[in-house]
């Protein structure tokens, strides 16, 4: 082998070295640099204990100050209480609800009208002055939202239906066209709300308009539900009289079986027999009772799904009780003074390095 390939050779086995002892000086560099962090990290949870294990009594008391004014508090503070309705609104009226309940809300949490207030909810005054608000929000499920864009696109073109999307019309919907809402009402007296349930479902639909609408609805139903009985025993009684022809006529040996024509099935010379007056007469039942179901439904321009309970139930989250609230508050506090202590003690070392 000459001379030259040889130090070729060297030169190689040099660089490959080097780039290995790079490679093996990153990799030590990266997990030093991890323990550094974790080092570090375990120092400083050590110095954060340490500050509270020093300063324990001064936390402790703050504390036990805090439980003492939060529980004087809760004691002497006036409680807030909430209960929820479900309604389901008919005829497009969840605009006219929405403006109500925003109504009653202004005179009961900004105007503090209780003559007003208590006039419209048949109360006095004097109780009017414990409701502290009335709130109403969409009270549909995911699923309820996914069944309405279902039936919104079958009555869609095809080509309307690839432009609309679910999330568009999710987007698109208002708080009032869903049928199903949620409304709460916020009091400091826990047995108010059957007291004024009664005057508040009739106020939500305080409109002559629907009125009308809900009295016409209710006597088509009826009337739908006169004619669909008469149908059901008119159908009844054909099946009846075609029993008995056809009981007859199998009693003759030379019949050859007996027809009997509807309408124009005459004219078709095609017949029609029971299997066919029973399915007919099973539609019917059907329809009949579809209808009683919408006479019970849209009997009322609202239906009260879930009306109030007897009493309402503590509404404040848990930051808002002064039990919790306060006790947190009167340990930041003394947290953040001696931060302010740790912070002034630090600029003063730091001065008087610069002035040495």
Known sequence: MSKDSQQQNQSEEVDLGQ???????????????????????FQGLVLILLHFFKRIFWYVGAVVIGLVLGFILNATAGKSYGANMFI????????????????????????????????????????????????????????????????YRQNLDSISQTEVTYKSYKESLSSYA?????????????FIYKEIEKAFIKELVNNDYLDELAMVNVENLKREKVALENQVIQTGYL???????????????ESNGTNLYMGDAEASN??????????????????????????????????????FPSSGYDIREWYEKYIIAIPLATFSITLFVFLLIGLGKFLKAQEGNKVM
């Open 19 to 41: 780039l290995f002892k790079a490679i093996g000086n990153g990799f030590s560099n990266f997990f030093k640099g991890i323990a550094n962090i974790f080092k570090g990290l």
């Open 88 to 151: 389901k609104t008919n005829f497009d009226s969840g605009r006219q609800v929405y403006e109500n309940i925003n109504q009653l809300n202004q005179l009961a949490s900004v105007d503090r009208d209780t003559v007003e207030l208590g006039k419209i909810l048949n109360i006095s005054p004097t109780e009017a002055s414990k409701l502290k608000g009335f709130y109403i929000k969409p009270g549909t499920q995911e699923n309820n939202i996914a069944e309405m864009y279902f039936e």
């Open 178 to 190: 869903f049928p199903v809402h949620q409304i709460r009402v916020a009091s400091t007296d826990k």
């Open 239 to 253: 099946i009846d009289e075609y029993l008995k022809i056809k009981i007859s006529q199998s009693q003759k040996p």
């Open 270 to 307: 095609s017949s029609v027999n029971e299997a066919e007056l029973l399915k007919e007469q099973l539609k019917l039942e059907e329809q009949k009772r579809e209808v009683l179901r919408l006479m019970v439904a849209e009997k009322d321009i609202i239906s009260v799904i879930s009306g």
